[in-house]
C-alpha cells in the first residue's frame, strides 16, 4: 500500500448543537480511488465537507502530503490542488459551460489559454461540454450539470478529486462515462476520494474502501475483499454489493 496522501485522525465535527463524527480515521493512499460507504446520515458528506474546511474540526488532525490542514481555510486547501466536487454540484447557474471551466483554471485568465489537450480529453469523455460550451450551465439537464461539475474540477491536473456521489440520479449511458472518467484519471496516477452509493461504480473503479457508521469509519480495506465478502457486507451495509 502506498503512503497516504491524505489522513485524518480522531476527527471529530460538530454542526451547531449536534455532534456528527466522532473520531473519523481515515487514509487515502497516492494514485489510488478509495469509496468512502456507508448509509444515509452514517457522516459520509460531513467528512468531505471537514476534509475541505467547510465545516471545521472540532478535534482531531487532518493532514495532506504530511502538512496539518485541521485549521486551514477553504481556499487555502483548495490552493493545495484539491478539487471538491459536493453533492449538489455548486455550479455557477447563470454562467456558460465555458465561464465555468474557466473560473477553475487557476491557470488562465481566458479561454484561449486552456490546456487545449486537457479540454480536448474532457469533451471525449463529456461530449455535452462541448456540445452546450456556450450556453448557460443552469439550462442543462442534471447528468450534464453532473458531467459539467466534474469537468470543472479536472479541467487542470490536481493533487486529490474529492467527489460526492458523482452518479446519483444518472442514466445508465452517463454513469458509464462517468465510470470511464474516473477509470482514466486512475490511469494517470490521480488520487481520489469518492462518496458513492452506486455499488456497481464502486465495484468497478475502487482501490481502497472504508464503511462510516454512526459518525467513524467502521471497516477499512481493499474494494475486492469487501465485494467478495457477501457476509461483511450484510454487516456493514445491510445489503449484499
Avoid at 448509509?39 to 475541505?52: F, W
Avoid at 479540454?119 to 450539470?145: M, T
Wanted: with cysteine.
Amino acid at each position: 500500500m502506498s503512503e497516504p496522501l491524505l489522513t485524518l485522525e480522531g476527527v471529530h465535527t460538530h454542526i451547531g448543537a449536534y455532534h456528527i463524527l466522532h473520531g473519523v480515521d481515515l487514509a487515502v493512499p497516492r494514485g489510488q480511488l478509495t469509496l468512502l460507504l456507508g448509509r444515509n446520515g452514517a457522516g459520509k458528506t460531513t467528512t468531505l465537507r471537514s476534509i475541505m474546511g467547510l465545516w471545521q474540526a472540532s478535534q482531531g488532525c487532518i493532514r495532506f502530503g504530511g502538512q496539518d490542514i485541521t485549521a486551514w481555510h477553504t481556499p487555502q486547501i483548495a490552493a493545495l490542488g484539491i478539487a471538491y466536487v459536493p453533492e449538489n454540484m455548486g455550479i455557477f447557474a447563470d454562467l456558460t459551460v465555458k465561464e465555468n471551466l474557466l473560473l477553475a483554471a487557476r491557470s488562465a485568465s481566458r479561454a484561449s489559454q486552456m490546456d487545449e489537450a486537457r479540454l480536448a480529453w474532457i469533451f471525449q469523455l463529456f461530449p455535452a461540454v462541448e456540445k452546450f460550451w456556450n450556453h448557460p450551465a443552469g439550462k442543462l439537464s442534471g447528468g450534464q450539470k453532473q458531467m459539467l461539475a466534474v469537468a470543472r474540477a479536472i479541467v487542470e491536473p490536481r493533487e486529490l478529486l474529492i467527489v460526492d456521489e458523482p452518479s446519483k440520479g444518472l442514466a445508465p449511458a452517463i454513469v458509464e462515462n462517468m465510470i470511464e472518467a474516473f477509470r482514466q484519471l486512475k490511469d494517470q496516477g490521480a488520487t481520489i476520494l469518492l462518496v458513492e452509493q452506486n455499488i456497481h461504480f464502486a465495484k468497478r473503479l475502487g482501490d481502497r474502501v472504508a464503511v462510516m457508521d454512526n459518525g467513524i469509519v467502521v471497516h477499512a480495506g481493499s474494494m475486492q475483499a469487501l465485494a467478495e465478502d457477501e457476509e461483511l457486507q450484510h454487516t456493514l451495509l445491510g445489503l449484499a454489493l
